[in-house]
């Protein structure tokens, strides 16, 4: 676990972290994705199978492609005027977004500018908070709720630096079922899955998309269903992110973690904040720790004070898991 706040203790190291780490004036050591950001605890597990990596790896083992077009990924990522249709400054942040819609659901979508690699665009798949739905965060300043200026600021990030993104509407605009009690593959959001999924082939709605680099991530309920990507889709998604949230049947402090999770279960970074009092924080550590038991690479970065909200260091940090994934 890495933990932004005054002190700091090593017990791994993340993939986008430098072996020997920085030192502060203070004497502390930063590491990590943001190293430029501030200090943390940090505790990640390894690849499952092994395997050869370059800027991280996989659960599966195998090769890792590095950065989104395929170039040497740079971590932490940055912000690059004219690399995307988005504009970011420290009091506003906005994206500008193509919509079309899939299984009776908006979904807003865009890619970055310049021309795909050859496979086409690595893409990431961003799941709404409740009430959160896309179009409430395609512009917006720190006064955004739960953090949602900085949701718009990864979009930016993501678009930035290579990535296509993708952001489906939940039902109604309110809240994913994957927690619901019912039969997962009996939902509207299953047969929304296996449409964007099959949109991604081919000629795809959203431009040429490399499938075999699709990430996901999501806050809340959309941190939920980011987990449902590895419970029900096995092999599709590269790497996860999840903000707020913990294992894809888990409800707030209601939570039980299986034991054991599958084995390719794709590496996964989970964002928290220690005053988070609807997700608390100690059922995204139970998700992390069975991971990490596992041998299937983990990460959990905790700030302190943080409520239900959007980390502020979620872009950098996101940004070069999805990179060296």
Known sequence: M????????????????????????????????????GGGTSSSGG?????????????????????????????????SEGASHCSVSPDWAECEYNDTTIQDRKVLWQTPVGDPPPNGWPAVVIFQGTNASPDLTRAGGPDMPYGGFHQVRLQAMLLDNGFAVIAPEALGGVAWQTNFPVIWEATSDH????????????????????????FATGISSGGYVTS?????????????????????????????????????????????????????????????????????????????GVGHAWLDVAPEEIGCWFLTH
């Open 47 to 79: 690849s499952s199978d092994g395997g050869e990596s370059s800027g991280g790896g996989s659960a599966q083992g195998g090769e890792a492609m590095g950065g989104a077009g395929g170039q040497s990924p740079v971590c932490p990522p940055q912000f």
């Open 228 to 304: 449902r990507m590895a419970v029900s889709y096995p092999g599709k998604f590269r790497a996860l992110a999840i903000q707020s949230g913990s294992y894809a049947t888990c409800s707030n402090a209601a939570c039980i973690v299986p034991d054991p999770l599958p084995d390719d279960h794709p590496p996964t970074l989970f964002l928290h904040g220690s005053a988070d009092f609807t997700v608390p924080l100690s059922t995204a550590e139970a998700y992390h720790e069975q991971l990490v038991s596992q041998g299937i690479e983990s990460e959990l970065i905790v700030q302190d």
């Open 2 to 37: 890495r933990r932004w706040s005054l002190f700091v203790l090593f017990a791994g190291l993340s993939a986008c972290s430098d072996a020997a780490g920085d030192e502060t004036s203070d004497g502390l050591s930063t590491g990590g994705a943001g190293g430029g950001l």
């Open 191 to 214: 047969a929304l899955i296996l449409a964007l999924l099959a949109a991604f082939e081919g000629e795809s709605t959203f431009g040429p998309i490399d499938t075999s680099r699709l």
